[in-house]
């Protein structure tokens, strides 16, 4: 019984100090974001239009078979991603996604390489979910507004 009780405090010990490691962690991250320069919002919409407009045309070159349309458009994604005011978080959770979007578009690229239509399908809709899943972490942060204006 001794032994139970030992092991239980141990448990309970080792998981009060983990979320204790969480919390100091993301506190660290949100103090990153903090003293990072706030990115211009306007080159944050126009690098969120350029997105927009790239990841429409890698779903049409999908769509429509014209595998070098999707692989030119995921190469333009890249290199908007590459720029500096991509990051507008320092966050654990905000480079995941981002990085996952690469991933992706790395994917979409290499797929047609391989002339793997299914593979690229995939891959872009595993950047279309990294897109989602960035934009309501963003969003519930509540500190930089990444919405697309809608064309007039």
């Not at 990841?55 to 429509?64: C, D, H, R, T, W």
């Not at 995941?96 to 578009?105: K, L």
């Not at 690229?109 to 309501?136: P, S």
Request: glycine content about 4%; aromatic content about 6%.
């Amino acid at each position: 019984m001794r032994k139970w009780i030992c092991a239980l405090a141990f448990v309970g010990l080792t998981a009060g100090i983990m979320t204790v490691s969480v919390a100091a962690r993301e506190k660290k991250d949100d103090k990153k974001d903090e003293k990072k320069e706030k990115p211009d919002p306007k080159k944050v919409k126009e690098l969120m239009r350029k997105k927009l407009e790239f990841s429409q045309k890698v779903l049409e070159g999908l769509a429509v078979n014209n595998l070098e349309m999707a692989s030119k458009n995921a190469e333009e994604l890249l290199k908007v991603r590459k720029e500096a005011a991509w990051m507008v978080h320092q966050t654990t959770e905000y480079t995941i996604w981002s990085d996952e979007f690469t991933r992706n578009a790395e994917g979409i690229i290499k797929a047609v390489k391989d002339k793997n239509l299914e593979a690229a399908k995939l891959n872009y809709l595993g950047m279309t979910l990294a897109c989602f899943h960035c934009h309501t972490y963003v969003r519930d942060l509540g500190r930089v507004n990444l919405e697309v204006e809608p064309r007039p």
